[in-house]
């Protein structure tokens, strides 16, 4: 299958709120299902393009909310993680992967490394650079990225409502873990369903641990915020529980909720 990606457009990257003044910088890099018509759906039958394979159901909508509850910046990917994985680096096998859970990709079987490059070029560092430049704009930047999971991963279900997610800095993490029953019933555990060993961390890595930034990777059971209500009642909970971890580690910048 040809690999002829459409040249960039303001859609690849979606900037949310650009003129936040929040120090939270929200990052959403599977915050679309959209496939460009010139990848042909990279192959996949209907059941796999409806799947959580595709996106993060629910996931956008939690971190818009989020965004206009904290006056915060969301910076999002506009394309399928499929298509590329911006929470990947170029180098991962899976920043364009050839199989997903029980799916197998067929347009993204045998790539060239031009192929790849030109994925990378198009949609990636795009995101990078739009990312990178929202948090050097922004005063002591506090990253939070905004995921979601499948309730049942290859026939077992997961024990988890919530997933608080961290690299080498845990201090957000930490705190948030720490005051947690008094702002969600939940089930909430710590690298969980993922952590660092399955390469989830790189936005972390990239844009929040070189420079020391306060960080933390959300991950959302997708059952719960399946509709604009859900999604809005998660994120005052989560904005609200957020802001309180941020207070209790004395953060200094603008972190306040704003509705």
């Known amino acids: 299958m040809p690999d002829a990606a459409p040249a960039q457009n303001d859609a690849d990257v979606m900037v ?3 003129q936040g003044q ?3 910088v929200l990052v959403c890099e599977h915050a679309s299902h959209v496939i460009p018509p010139a990848f042909h759906n990279l192959g996949l039958a209907d059941d796999a393009l409806r799947s959580h394979v595709v996106w993060d159901p629910g996931a956008f909508g939690v971190a818009q909310s989020m965004s206009r509850r904290l006056n915060a910046t969301l910076v999002a990917a ?3 993680r ?3 994985d911006c929470n990947r680096p170029p180098t991962a096998p899976d920043a364009m992967p050839e199989q997903s859970e029980a799916f197998s990709v067929p347009g993204n079987a045998h790539l060239t490394d ?3 490059q030109h994925r990378v070029d198009t949609y990636y560092e795009p995101f990078r650079a739009s990312l990178a430049q929202t948090i050097a704009n922004t005063t002591g930047p506090v990253i939070v990225t905004i995921h979601s999971f499948t309730p049942v991963y290859h026939g077992q279900k997961r024990a988890v409502d919530i997933g608080v997610l961290h690299d080498s800095d845990a201090r957000l993490a930490d705190a948030m873990l720490q005051i947690a029953p008094r ?3 939940a ?3 710590r690298n969980e369903p993922y952590g660092p060993a399955h390469g989830v961390t790189h936005t972390l890595k990239e844009h929040a641990l070189r420079a020391g930034h306060l960080n933390v990777m959300l991950e959302i059971r997708n059952d719960l915020i399946q509709d604009a209500p859900q999604q809005d009642a998660m ?3 989560i904005t609200t529980w957020l802001v309180a971890a941020l207070a209790d580690l004395q953060v200094t910048g603008v972190v306040q909720c704003q509705a």
Do not use: I, K
């Open 183 to 185: 702002h969600t019933d």
């Open 82 to 84: 499929l298509v590329y």
């Open 22 to 24: 929040s120090s939270v």
């Open 187 to 189: 089930v909430v555990l």
């Open 16 to 18: 949310v709120n650009p």
């Open 78 to 80: 506009g394309v399928s």
């Open 235 to 237: 994120a005052q909970r």
């Open 114 to 116: 031009a192929q790849r």
